[in-house]
C-alpha cells in the first residue's frame, strides 16, 4: 500500500488549535493471531470510557466480526454519501437498539440488514469498552465476534456503500495510525481522536478508538489493564 493511495474524502470536523498525540502504542508490522485476541479479550475488564459527551439519548451496539483467511481480517463498511448523518463515513455493522431485545440481538440483526452476515456462524468472544459518542450521544457497546471462515456478504445500497474488509496489518503499517487531539469549541477538555489511514478510506472517531482497543488488546498479554480513551 501506498502512501499516496491511504485516506478517503470524509469530512473532518477538525476544530482549530487541534495537535499531534502520542504515537502509536504498538510497534510497526506487529503480528496478530486470532487465537490471542480471544484469550486477551476473556480477561479484560470492560469499562464504560469517558469521551467528554453529554448523557446518552439511547443505546445502540456495534459487531467487530473478525476471521483469518489467513490473517486477521475485520469486517467494516463505508455508508453512502446520502445518509443523514455520517455520511461517508467507514463503521461497523451496527445501530440502535430495538424494544424487546438485548445489544447483542442488535449488533446481529444490524449485521444481517447491512451486509446479510450468516450470523448463526459468529461465536462472541468478548466486547470493548462502551463509549458514548459526541455527534449522536448514542452509548455504543461494541460486541467482537469471530467466524472460522472468510463469511459471504451482499451490502444493503439503503445503508451501505461498500464492505471493507481489512487485514489487521493493515492497521499496523507504518504511518497509518495518527493520534489527534481536539478541544471541542465552549469546552476546556481535552480529548484524544485516532485516525486509520488505510487504502481507499479514512477512518477516524468511534470506529477507530475501537480498533485501537482491539489492537491493544491484541498485542499485550496486560490488556485488562488498557482501559484509557
Keep these: 500500500m501506498s502512501a499516496s493511495n491511504r485516506g478517503g474524502q ?3 470536523p477538525r476544530p482549530d488549535g487541534w495537535r499531534l498525540g502520542s504515537p502509536a502504542p504498538w510497534p510497526p508490522n506487529a503480528n496478530i493471531d486470532l487465537d490471542a485476541i480471544e484469550r486477551h479479550l476473556a480477561t479484560r475488564l470492560v469499562t464504560s470510557q469517558r469521551t467528554g459527551a453529554p448523557p446518552p439519548k439511547r443505546d445502540s451496539a456495534v459487531l467487530i466480526a473478525l ?4 490473517e486477521v481480517t475485520v469486517v467494516l463498511t463505508r455508508r453512502p454519501q ?3 448523518t455520517h455520511s461517508g463515513e467507514v463503521s461497523f455493522p451496527g445501530g440502535a437498539q430495538d424494544p424487546g431485545e438485548t445489544l447483542w440481538e442488535t449488533a446481529c440483526r444490524e449485521a444481517r440488514e447491512e451486509v446479510q452476515l450468516d450470523t448463526s456462524l459468529l461465536r462472541r468472544i468478548g466486547e ?9 450521544r ?3 457497546v461494541p460486541f467482537v465476534a469471530r467466524l472460522e471462515q472468510a463469511p459471504s456478504l451482499v451490502a444493503n445500497p439503503d445503508e451501505v456503500d ?3 474488509r481489512v487485514p489487521l496489518s493493515e492497521l499496523l503499517a507504518s504511518d497509518v495510525y495518527r493520534e489527534e487531539i481536539w478541544k471541542w469549541p465552549g469546552s476546556t477538555q481535552e480529548r484524544p481522536v485516532y485516525f486509520f489511514e488505510i487504502d481507499g478510506d479514512t477512518i477516524w472517531g468511534a470506529t477507530a478508538n475501537l480498533l485501537r482497543q482491539l ?3 491484541a498485542l499485550t498479554d496486560k490488556a485488562k489493564t488498557e482501559n484509557k480513551p
Excluded at 476471521?67 to 489467513?70: F, N, R, S, V, W
Excluded at 470493548?128 to 449522536?136: A, Q
Design 10 to 12: 470524509q469530512r473532518i
Design 138 to 140: 448514542a452509548r455504543i
Design 162 to 164: 461498500a464492505i471493507l
Design 128 to 136: 470493548l469498552d462502551h463509549l458514548t459518542t459526541v455527534s449522536s
Design 67 to 70: 476471521y483469518a483467511d489467513p
Design 215 to 217: 489492537l491493544v488488546t
Design 82 to 84: 446520502n445518509m443523514r
